[in-house]
């Protein structure tokens, strides 16, 4: 079955950047998200990245993708104090059966900001 | 607009309390979902409607019992709950089951005493 796997902790000095890491099982994943978690609320989508794609850019985030070695990254640049939260990776179950549209999700990376 | 919406934000009842939790959305997604969140662990999925019919259950007891009234709204009725049960509710929607990302509600902090 598909397994998403995350480092559990990241601490990083305000205004460095951050990259958080997930690796993934399932090869035939469409798409895989990141969504954010702030304490006490809901999953904020933060970006996705479709399966035939290296990398996405969106303003302060980047994805890389390496598909051959079924890695995702999610860099922050400029991390700021209002960062801190847990970052879930997650993939899309693929095509077919009773699974699919279902998301399989890491077990978070928890960031720390330090002023 | 990518909102979908819950209540109550937090809720406190008894194992012998019947009470229900809402979410709606207004995005015209045909597929809603229900997961549950234990503290510092990722949402675990509990149920999915596609176009108003139930499509998914994640072998989630029968104290659980969702509903969907029309695209728009989803509620899981709580009976009998267990304080294991205590945890975050979310809620979320896609345009289908089968493609589209599913945006999140803020959920309901449901504590079973």
């Known amino acids: 079955g598909e397994d998403v796997e995350q480092s559990l902790f990241l601490s990083v000095r305000e205004g460095d950047s951050s990259v958080i890491n997930c690796t993934y099982t399932?090869?035939?994943?469409?798409?895989l998200y990141w969504y954010k978690q702030e304490p006490g609320a809901g999953l904020q989508l933060l970006t996705y990245?479709?399966?035939?794609?290296d990398m996405k850019q969106d303003q302060r985030l980047t994805v890389l993708l390496n598909k051959k070695d079924k890695h995702l990254s999610l860099r922050i640049a400029d991390t700021q104090t209002g960062d801190s939260a847990i970052y879930f990776c997650?993939?899309?179950?693929?095509?077919?059966?009773?699974?699919?549209?279902?998301?399989?999700f890491g077990q978070g990376t928890i960031l720390t900001v330090h002023p | 607009d990518t909102e979908v919406t819950q209540t109550p934000k937090h809720l406190v009842m008894g194992m012998t309390n019947k009470k229900s939790l809402k979410c709606e959305q207004h995005?015209?997604?045909?597929?809603m979902y229900w997961y549950k969140q234990k503290a510092k662990k990722p949402p675990e999925l509990m149920f999915v409607?596609?176009?108003?019919?139930?499509?998914i259950n994640e072998s989630v007891p029968s104290r659980f019992s969702p509903e969907c009234p029309n695209s728009s709204l989803l509620n899981l009725h709580l009976h009998a709950l267990q304080p294991e049960d205590s945890a975050l509710y979310l809620c979320?929607?896609?345009?289908?089951?089968?493609?589209?990302?599913?945006?999140f509600g803020p959920g309901t902090r449901l504590l079973v005493l």
């Open positions: 979320a929607s896609s345009q289908e089951r089968q493609q589209e990302t599913q945006y």
């Open positions: 399932d090869s035939s994943s469409t798409y």
């Open positions: 990245i479709f399966s035939n794609m």
């Open positions: 997650a993939e899309r179950a693929n095509a077919g059966g009773t699974s699919y549209g279902k998301l399989t």
């Open positions: 995005m015209g997604h045909r597929a």
């Open positions: 409607y596609s176009y108003e019919k139930l499509s």
